[in-house]
């Protein structure tokens, strides 16, 4: 089955800075890569996805990388705000498997003000 | 608005206690998810369901089962609580037309964090 590993599984940055979150996947039939936000009592929320024909994405201060070749996948948050701080969770799929997904263990982001 | 509502946001239970945790989805999805997330343990599938009365065992589906009986409700059941399933739950659906498109996007409920003693 699919395997996703992410890293750091935490990261604190001032506020401004930016914020690289990196993750790993194992099946190269993946091809819908989301990316989670979780904030304190709430249940995780999709931020951006990308898919397997696209390399980049971006929306406002977010964007996402994905090299199929090497299988690996990147969250980049530039000029971050303290609002920015929650947990952030890579998953990987595919269109045929019933609508499941694995998960990253999550990067706790914290951005001091 | 998708909208996922779980039952409790906060259940303190006995081991030994049967434990019924609903979730209920208002978008006709097809698919429902029960996750069990634990700090460095990510999110880990327990079940899955794609169908009424359809259900597949995700990763960790021992000391539980789940019903699916309408469309918008997916019900986890621990049959009898133990101190390690102690964790946060996490409900998730998402449907077909949206699958199709190719989005695999899950709308997740807010959680409900148990409390075994």
């Known amino acids: ?113 | 608005d998708v909208k996922v509502t779980q039952s409790s946001r906060y259940l303190v239970k006995r081991t030994g206690e049967k434990v019924f945790l609903e979730c209920v989805q208002d978008m006709d999805h097809e698919n429902m998810f029960w996750y069990r997330q634990d700090p460095g343990l990510g999110l880990r599938l327990i079940y899955f369901s794609y169908d009424v009365k359809m259900k597949e065992k995700g990763d960790i589906p021992e000391g539980y089962s789940v019903s699916r009986e309408k469309k918008e409700r997916f019900s986890l059941i621990l049959e009898s609580a133990s101190t390690n399933q102690t964790s946060m739950y996490l409900c998730a659906s998402n449907g077909m037309r949206l699958l199709l498109s190719g989005n695999n996007e899950q709308f997740f409920g807010p959680g409900t964090r148990l409390t075994v003693l």
Do not use: M
């Open chain 1, 1 to 113: 089955g699919e395997n996703v590993e992410q890293h750091p599984s935490t990261l604190s940055v001032q506020e401004g800075d930016s914020a690289v979150i990196k993750c790993t996947y194992s099946d190269s039939a993946s091809n819908y890569f989301p990316w989670y936000k979780q904030e304190l009592g709430k249940g995780p929320q999709l931020i951006i996805d990308i898919r397997s024909n696209v390399g980049e994405k971006k929306d406002q201060r977010i964007a996402v990388t994905l090299n199929k070749t090497a299988k690996h996948f990147s969250l980049h948050i530039t000029e971050t705000q303290p609002e920015d701080s929650a947990v952030y969770f890579c998953a990987a799929s595919r269109g045929t498997n019933a609508g499941k997904s694995t998960f990253g263990d999550g990067t706790t982001l914290t951005v001091k003000p």
